[in-house]
């Protein structure tokens, strides 16, 4: 680049000389080829704090802040052969402060190419130093923080990526030399980018939610939170964006969870650490007739009072100390039927919250409780005359023989057959044997009275366990034809006569042997 001519630099205005010279906040100056400053302006005063006569023959490299730097400038400039070179130096003052300066200047050569001086401007550039100072070390800053965060942020200017964090690299996998060539949509889904679009158009500022598309192609979830910022004079959208895929399959999981808990069979209660229900699903108001919405906001002991308070107070005890508890209760349903009721009582545990809740889960056993009882019933009792059956006979028998050894007492056994009853289940069919069983069976009981325990021991066989008589004999025994009644539904045409083959016995308490030799024999009668 050639210099003005000297006519030029001579047709310059004084006044502007002046300003040049006096006026500006620029100094000129000229340094010679041994690093003294042979010549400044008069207003370098205004900038150094030392005169123009103090200056003038001073070691250029004494005016530095750090005077070992001047070579590396001096380098710089000599580097620029006669062309103009911006160099920012700390420079030092007269009273010892420091201060930033702007250097602008041009190397002087001798015909031989060696250096024979600079020429220059120095600008005190401290104000806007700081400046930037403070911009960069706020981008550092803020660089440091947004590298840490988890959540991705980039900066886009007008949908031009211009700035991103490693958090947005790892996110949709692609470096940042690529990141900084692509623009915002283009780690949108295509089928989202018109709302992007239209959001960024709208200044839009709260979250929304568009889905991802990675580096691979694959698409996931997002939300995203954009606000229009500056950056300098640029108009800039400074945007996070969440990955939603972890937060959407756990809210699938409990969306799920929730269903399942809902349709279940089972009653299901979450109460607090108060013991206050908090929740039921539909199943409860259906086992325990209490409608969800009376049922949320009470405690267990209102729901469960009478006689499942002395168990609500166990289970409350066992939770308590840490442990589950299981258990059956009887209640009362609303319209007074008897309801059994399982109940597994538990702690919920819930990662990273201190709060305490307990899990009720309630199960309707009331069929199955009949149904053990009635099993229970069968094994025990004749299914036609529902009379002791032999197992419950022997049963009940040893105990009576124990009670009359610790008592001294004797126990009074009677053996009952009904003659001719196989003829009449041949002439007549087992309907009317089944019949004559039944009610030679009520006969028995009322003949054997509160003290007596009348037995079906198998077939027309009965065993009656009667009180024992002061004397007794065979004339003590009841003698009321019973056994000659008939049923009032049987035609006269087909009536027959039976009658009881009657065997009794005195079971002295010594008689351990007779429970073995029942059960081995076929026949009461040929037992004894």
């Not at 310059?12 to 010549?39: F, M, N, Q, T, V």
């Not at 250096?115 to 960069?136: A, P």
């Not at 059956?389 to 126990?411: F, M, Y």
Request: a negative charge; aromatic letters at 8%; one cysteine or more.
């Amino acid at each position: 680049m050639g210099h003005p001519p000297d006519s030029a630099v001579e047709q310059i205005p004084a006044e502007l000389r002046r300003a040049l010279l006096l006026d500006l906040p620029d100094a000129l100056y000229s340094i010679d080829a041994k690093g003294r400053i042979s010549w400044v302006s008069p207003n370098a005063a205004a900038i150094w704090g030392w005169s123009r006569d103090e200056l003038t023959g001073m070691e250029a490299a004494s005016i530095y802040a750090h005077p070992e730097e001047r070579g590396q400038v001096l380098e710089r400039i000599v580097a620029g052969r006669g062309q103009a070179v911006r160099v920012e130096q700390e420079m030092r003052r007269k009273d010892g402060k420091t201060f930033w300066a702007a250097i602008y200047a041009c190397a002087l050569f001798a015909e031989d190419g060696s250096l024979r001086g600079l020429n220059g401007i120095i600008r005190d550039v401290s104000e806007h130093w700081r400046t930037r100072k403070t911009l960069e070390d706020s981008e550092d800053r803020f660089r440091r923080l947004s590298d840490v965060a988890t959540e991705a942020i980039c900066i886009h200017f007008e949908g031009k990526i211009i700035d991103m964090n490693k958090a947005f690299e790892t996110l949709f996998a692609y470096g940042r030399e690529e990141l900084l060539t692509m623009w915002a949509w283009d780690v949108i889904d295509p089928r989202d980018i018109p709302l992007a679009k239209s959001m960024v158009a709208q200044q839009y500022e709260a979250p929304y939610e568009v889905r991802g598309i990675r580096k691979d192609g694959a698409v996931f979830p997002m939300e995203i939170y954009s606000k229009h910022s500056r950056m300098g004079e640029k108009s800039v959208r400074v945007t996070s964006i969440r990955d939603l895929t972890q937060s959407k399959k756990a809210a699938d999981s409990v969306r799920l969870l929730s269903q399942a808990v809902e349709q279940s069979p089972v009653a299901v209660a979450v109460l607090g650490a108060d013991g206050i229900v908090e929740y039921v699903n539909s199943a409860h108001a259906r086992m325990t007739g209490h409608a969800s919405a009376d049922t949320v906001g009470r405690t267990l002991a209102e729901l469960y009072p009478g006689q499942a308070r002395e168990a609500l107070d166990d289970l409350w005890q066992k939770l308590a100390a840490g442990t589950e508890w299981r258990g059956e209760i009887s209640v009362r349903r609303q319209g007074g039927a008897i309801h059994w009721q399982q109940i597994h009582a538990s702690k919920v545990a819930t990662p990273g919250d201190d709060s305490t809740h307990y899990l009720i889960q309630i199960e309707d056993i009331t069929i199955r409780k009949e149904q053990e009882r009635k099993l229970k019933h069968q094994a025990l009792f004749d299914g036609l005359t529902d009379l002791p059956n032999r197992v419950q006979a022997l049963d009940r028998l040893s105990a009576e023989i124990d009670a009359a050894r610790l008592r001294e007492s004797k126990v009074a056994l009677l053996f009952v057959d009904l003659d001719e009853f196989k003829a009449i289940n041949d002439s007549l069919g087992h309907e009317y044997g089944d019949e004559l069983l039944v009610l030679a069976s009520e006969r028995l009981r009322k003949a054997a009275g509160s003290g007596g325990v009348v037995a079906r021991f198998g077939g027309d066989e009965f065993l009656v366990n009667c009180a024992v008589p002061s004397a007794p004999t065979s004339s003590t025994w009841p003698t009321s034809p019973w056994w000659r009644s008939r049923p009032e539904s049987w035609p006269e045409s087909r009536f027959c006569c039976v009658g009881p083959i009657r065997n009794w016995a005195m079971c002295l308490p010594t008689a351990s042997s007779l429970r073995p030799r029942l059960a081995a024999s076929s026949s009461p009668s040929a037992a004894w």
